[in-house]
RNA sequence: GCCGGGGUGGGGUAGUUGGUUAUCCUACGGGACUGUGGAUCCCGCGACUCGGGUUCGAAUCUCGGCCCCGGCCCCA
């Protein structure tokens, strides 16, 4: 019998793990200097959940299933849902803004590819309640602090506001199909296709130029003025843009400069209110976006009270992806500092003495578990790139005293027992 | 769901116009070596992704499944 592991998963070792728990904590720790504080939250919610904000049609994209008693459970396909479940159960009450943040996995069932597993990490912030373009530059900035942090150099901040597009659709009298399909295309960013579509729909043929010129605005912030322009006539998209402008005051002061304002960022879905931002890294071929967030009016949806929140998450597994590529060769790290040998048999119960008297005072040590020669013994200790191996032995032992051997140099000492923890707590200062 | 490229010991590979016992490196275990590591030598362990077909004979040809890689669709 021969058990592979489930399609589109992946098992991670030693070396890795300490890579990822390593990124992750750099993320606690930014996300905490802001002020932002940990949940959790459980790992299968009600399918409903999901449905009700993505629309049915993602059961198809969802591991889901019923459990013994009938219910519809679905394994979280993302977490910003479940976080806004969480709030309108636990916090709805609790002063504002609230900020938290959240790290788990998730899982979706899709054709696994480069950056795409069927499960996979997510770890970001939300903030809910007094919704103000501070907020929003907050956000962002600590999504890109987060990148500085981890030493990520190749990496755009795409910002737009989905204001803008809408205030012309609405100006349009675009029915709601028609909008959805034009915020659809928008969102592939397929300029041809936009072209295409604005023909086929019934729609006023200047809003129809203006949604042309808006969807190639990308660039440095002067393409605020350039749009305030083409956009004067819309009441609507006008103040939209004056927020974004407002918002890139904010973030400059926040420190962060080298964003681009991207007014072709779109979100099919109408929970969406205010501000977007995407963030691309090089290197990762078709799953480029590590990150994305906004503003948005989820917890409504589920029947909150309307508040809005803001948010973003990092595509975790894409993140240590691009940690990877900007760092620099990584050093084979040890796992412990100190091995503990026995000479010979008769010795291994004082051996496992003294390993313990060194983990107690939090050195990490290992003692041979397998009754292997000495020379064996140094051979592994060397292999796992041990700074110190106690040699214990009988010789020693009758005079009360065991050998400290430093491994880089070959040197070597006579200790007494008793001072060899407290010397070895110095040398490995 | 679609297109293309793949799958040989734990890792990396040779072999693929069908033909004995499937190559080499590395890792691992043991020994040469009874209180001293990295070297050397010896021994051992261990593989043709799975199933059907063609054939006297399949790692090799063929069909299908599974899985991996890249891309499309999708991306809450």
């Not at 002067?222 to 005051?249: G, H, R, W, Y």
Request: hydrophobic content about 35%; overall charge negative; glycine content about 8%.
């Amino acid at each position: 019998m021969d058990i592979q592991r489930p399609r589109g998963t992946r098992d991670f070792l030693f070396e890795e793990m300490k890579e990822r728990r390593e990124i992750e904590n750099t993320l606690r720790r930014v996300f905490e200097t802001y002020g932002y504080g940990e949940i959790k939250t459980p790992l299968f919610e009600d399918l409903a959940l999901f449905t009700k904000k993505s629309g049915e049609e993602i059961t198809g994209q969802i591991y889901h299933f019923q459990d013994k008693s009938g219910r519809e459970l679905a394994l979280r396909p993302e977490l910003t849902a479940p976080v806004s479940r969480l709030y309108i159960n636990e916090l709805q009450k609790s002063p504002k803004p609230l900020k938290m943040y959240y790290f788990g996995s998730c899982f979706r069932y899709e054709r696994p590819q480069k950056g795409r597993y069927r499960q996979f990490w997510q770890m970001g912030c939300e903030l809910i309640g007094g919704k103000s373009p501070e907020s929003e530059a907050e956000i962002i900035a600590m999504a890109a602090h987060s990148l500085e942090e981890l030493g990520v150099k190749d990496f755009e901040i795409h910002i737009g506001n989905l204001g803008i597009i809408r205030g012309i659709l609405h100006q349009a009298n675009a029915p709601k199909i028609v909008y959805d399909t034009i915020m659809a295309v928008i969102d592939k960013g397929e300029v041809e296709e936009l072209l295409k579509t604005l023909n086929e729909v019934e729609i006023d043929p200047k809003a129809s130029e203006i949604l042309i010129k808006l969807v190639g605005m990308v660039g440095q912030r002067e393409i605020i003025k350039e749009t305030s322009e083409i956009i004067k006539d819309n009441p609507k998209s006008v103040e939209a843009l004056n927020e974004l402008d407002e918002l890139l005051d904010i973030l400059e002061a926040f420190g962060f400069t080298n964003y681009k304002v991207n007014l072709g960022i779109a979100r099919g879905l109408d929970y969406y209110s205010g501000i977007v931002f995407e963030i691309y890294a090089q290197g990762l071929g078709a799953q480029k976006q590590i990150s994305g967030g906004g503003t948005y009016n989820l917890i409504e949806i589920f029947g909150g009270e309307k508040v809005e929140s803001t948010g973003f998450a990092f595509g975790f597994d894409r993140l240590v992806e691009c940690v990877r590529l900007c760092g620099e060769e990584k050093t084979h790290h040890k796992t412990v500092d100190v091995y503990v040998a026995p000479v010979s048999k008769d010795v291994k119960l004082k051996a496992i003495e003294i390993a313990q008297k060194f983990r107690k005072d939090g050195i990490k040590t290992e003692v041979d578990l397998v009754g292997r020669k000495l020379k064996k013994i140094l051979n592994q200790a060397n292999n796992l790139q041990v700074d110190y191996v106690i040699l214990v032995g009988e010789r020693d032992l009758k005079e009360g005293k065991v050998t400290v051997k430093n491994m880089e140099s070959g040197e070597q000492e006579l200790v007494e027992i008793e001072s060899v923890t407290q010397m070895m707590i110095d040398l490995l200062k």
